[in-house]
């Protein structure tokens, strides 16, 4: 039962029925149903039992006609006429079972033929009047009709061919509502997806706009939203740009002065510190500059080799680093279509960040594996490592929490690298492996790059 439960879940789940299509769909679908049946009966029950009713008089006086016309039949004589009367209608009548309850009087009041009336109450009788071929006229009293059965009915309507092909059409028609429904919802929701992924304002089609209904006002929303958000965010980003390249020139006009003095004193204290803020200044301005180009660039792709650009970055951290051993291990022909520039500067930042804060002797494992449609760069460091609570907000820009790897960065170096991951489509992973440290997975997918 439990896993006849979970198999359950596990398939509602796969079709997705909490899906906004599932849910119109049914409920319209449901909806159409209910009216069709409610309907239907209604239908049924009025015209079927209007047309019972007249069969059912119709049968009566046809009946009634016919033992009349026997009765007048000169042939029977008249003292027998009542017994032979019955014999012959039993003989013909009921040999189908169509003998009906009946009671037929002739114009002196006189009974002439009777059958299974006698309990019948007077409410319960249909009064009728017929001609006899000899003119005179009789009374025929019968039961009225009992209601039909129409559950009977409905159910052998049911089952026609016509309420097949109206059960497949409201299942289109209710399928093609919630196709027009989900369809602009989608797309809207794929549009703001491909400016978060990419930055590029892309106009709305106008069919979508001037449709004149809530999904229209939604769009429209949607476009004023996007226009916004990337008017501030370029604005934000070209004062970034611009202020720091006007903090450049007074950092060189300072970093000058400090040399001039550093001349007449070398070994002044307060000229050391003046170089050391000054590189710590120039390397944020670099880190903001990197920042701000990933986002205003939009370089032509090339052809990228993984390989080649983490053994660019090796090397260079054993300049940085010598007392860090790196190790290295790579499948062959990890390549893609993408920005080697950007590659290069979000495996610059998180190779110097393992090396950064390992000790000396503590080794950074980097290796880069060919998946199906992705590769995948690993780079594992031995160092302290971060708690998992500060693994998302590390990504964040310029955040520095109260961690061992922060104290000495500006918070920008990983929220470089996860831009110019999402510049090619790919995922930043970060997790704690057993023996502690950091992995931190880059995920570059091959062939979604137009």
């Known amino acids: 039962m439990a896993k006849f439960s979970t198999l359950l879940a596990s398939t509602y789940h796969k079709i997705g029925f909490k899906r906004l299509f599932w849910r119109v769909f049914i409920w319209f679908w449901l909806s159409s149903l209910l009216v069709m049946f409610a309907t239907s009966f209604v239908i049924i029950s009025k015209y079927s039992s209007e047309d019972y009713t007249k ?50 009087m002739d114009d002196t009041n006189q009974r ?14 249909l009064e009728y009047s017929v001609l006899g071929p000899s003119g005179r006229s009789y009374l025929v009293f019968s039961k009225k009709p009992q209601a039909p059965r129409i559950y009977t009915q409905l159910m052998y309507r049911f089952q026609s061919l016509q309420f097949v ?11 093609l509502l919630s196709w027009s429904i989900t369809r602009p919802l989608n797309y809207l929701g794929s549009f703001s997806r491909h400016y978060a992924n990419k930055q590029e304002v892309a106009p709305l089609p106008r069919a979508l706009l001037t449709r004149g209904d809530e999904v229209a006002d939604l769009a429209q929303d949607i476009e004023f939203m996007i226009n916004k958000t990337h008017a501030a965010a370029t604005a934000q980003q070209q004062l970034l740009h611009d202020v720091s390249h006007e903090l450049r020139a007074p950092l060189a006009r300072l970093q000058v002065s400090a040399a001039l003095i550093e001349q007449k004193s070398p070994d002044s204290r307060h000229v ?54 790196v190790t290295f291990k790579a499948d062959n ?15 610059d930042n998180i190779i110097g960040n393992a090396c950064k804060y390992s000790s000396d002797g503590q080794s950074v494992d980097i290796s880069v594996h060919n998946r199906e449609n992705s590769i995948v760069v690993s780079v594992r460091d031995h160092g302290p490592g971060v708690d998992e609570s500060e693994m998302a907000k ?24 996860l831009k110019a991951i999402n510049k090619h489509q ?24 137009a």
């Not at 002439?112 to 109450?121: E, S």
Request: hydrophobic share 40%; charged share 20%.
């Open 426 to 449: 790919g995922e930043l992973r970060m997790s704690t492996p057993d023996g502690g440290g950091l992995l931190v997975e880059i995920i570059l997918p091959q062939d979604t790059l």
């Open 394 to 417: 590390l990504l964040q820009p310029f955040y520095r929490a109260g961690n061992k790897m922060h104290t000495n960065g500006f918070g920008l170096g990983l929220s470089i690298a």
């Open 55 to 104: 069969r059912y008089s119709n049968d009566v006086l046809t009946q009634a006609e016919r033992i009349v016309w026997r009765y007048e039949q000169t042939l029977i004589p008249h003292a027998n006429r009542s017994i032979k009367l019955k014999n012959w209608i039993n003989k013909k009548e009921n040999r189908r079972g169509h003998l009906m309850s009946m009671l037929i």
């Open 165 to 175: 092909f109206i059960f497949f059409a409201s299942a289109l028609v209710s399928a």
């Open 112 to 125: 002439i033929y009777h059958y299974r009336f006698n309990k019948v109450k007077p409410e319960d009788r």
């Open 272 to 325: 050391k510190q003046i170089h050391n803020d000054c590189l710590r200044i120039d390397q944020l301005i670099q880190q903001i500059l990197d920042y701000s180009k990933l986002e205003q660039g939009n370089p032509a792709q090339e052809p990228c080799s993984i390989n080649a650009l983490c053994e660019q970055v090796i090397k260079n951290m054993a300049v940085t680093y010598p007392n860090i051993p």
């Open 333 to 347: 022909k990890a390549q893609l279509n993408g920005y080697p520039e950007a590659l290069l500067q979000a495996f």
